[in-house]
């Protein structure tokens, strides 16, 4: 049963206004969203908004606030990084890195600590054919060489011969008159 029956005329007569209050409301309810309504729509506002302080609202923002609320890493998620990167003008970039400045902070004994010089050398003696060349150079160093002690050889058989021819007082012979050869002079 209901509270109110049980207490008679008096919960009556409390009920009734109760009744009368809610209707009341429901009603008051829809006239208060109708003028609101009315009200908002002669509400010009770009007027209102050009009215708003924005330094002082700005002032009144709590930043570090706000930042921690935000979610750094889910903004990052949404990101596509390779439509990023592909708007990046990669010369104008280049053009603004101070190279000089990039040099100065570079510790090239540390970079050159960092090679292993033995294995470069031997990659470079591994792309130049050295026995070759030590050949190549060293036989044509033996060549020349062979030629001019065979041609000093000569020489000093012909002085020894004419020496000796003077010696001995002898006559040259038609081998003796025959012009040496000019020194060779290796290069």
Same mark, same amino acid.
């Given at each position: 049963?209901?509270?109110?029956?049980?207490?008679?005329?008096?919960?009556?007569?409390?009920?009734? *206004? !109760?009744?009368?209050?809610? =209707?009341? $409301?429901?009603?008051?309810?829809?006239?208060?969203?109708?003028?609101?309504?009315?009200?908002?729509?002669?509400?010009?506002?770009?007027?209102?908004? %050009?009215?708003?302080?924005?330094?002082?609202?700005?002032?009144?923002?709590?930043?570090?606030?706000?930042?921690?609320?935000?979610?750094? +890493?889910?903004?990052?998620?949404?990101?596509?990084?390779?439509?990023?990167?592909?708007?990046?003008?990669?010369?104008?970039?280049?053009?603004?890195? +101070?190279?000089? =400045?990039?040099?100065?902070?570079?510790?090239?004994?540390?970079?050159?600590? !960092?090679?292993?010089?033995?294995?470069?050398?031997?990659?470079?003696?591994?792309?130049?054919?050295?026995? !070759?060349?030590?050949?190549?150079? $060293? %036989? $044509?160093?033996?060549?020349?060489?062979?030629?001019?002690?065979?041609?000093?050889?000569?020489?000093?058989?012909?002085?020894?011969?004419?020496?000796?021819?003077?010696?001995?007082?002898?006559? *040259?012979? =038609?081998?003796?008159?025959? /012009?040496? /050869? *000019?020194?060779?002079?290796?290069?």
């Amino acid at each position: 049963m209901d509270a109110h029956r049980d207490t008679g005329i008096a919960g009556t007569l409390l009920f009734v *206004p !109760r009744l009368v209050l809610r =209707a009341a $409301g429901a009603g008051l309810d829809a006239v208060v969203r109708e003028l609101l309504a009315a009200v908002v729509r002669r509400i010009e506002l770009d007027d209102v908004v %050009s009215r708003v302080d924005v330094d002082r609202v700005v002032e009144r923002v709590d930043v570090d606030r706000v930042v921690e609320r935000v979610d750094v +890493d889910r903004i990052v998620s949404r990101v596509d990084v390779n439509r990023v990167v592909r708007r990046v003008d990669v010369d104008q970039v280049v053009d603004r890195v +101070d190279v000089d =400045a990039i040099a100065r902070r570079l510790d090239v004994d540390a970079v050159i600590a !960092r090679i292993d010089l033995v294995a470069l050398v031997l990659d470079v003696l591994a792309e130049i054919d050295v026995q !070759r060349i030590a050949r190549e150079a $060293g %036989s $044509g160093m033996t060549r020349e060489t062979v030629e001019a002690v065979r041609e000093r050889g000569i020489r000093a058989d012909r002085l020894v011969t004419q020496l000796t021819d003077r010696l001995l007082r002898r006559m *040259p012979d =038609a081998r003796n008159g025959i /012009p040496l /050869p *000019p020194p060779v002079r290796p290069a």
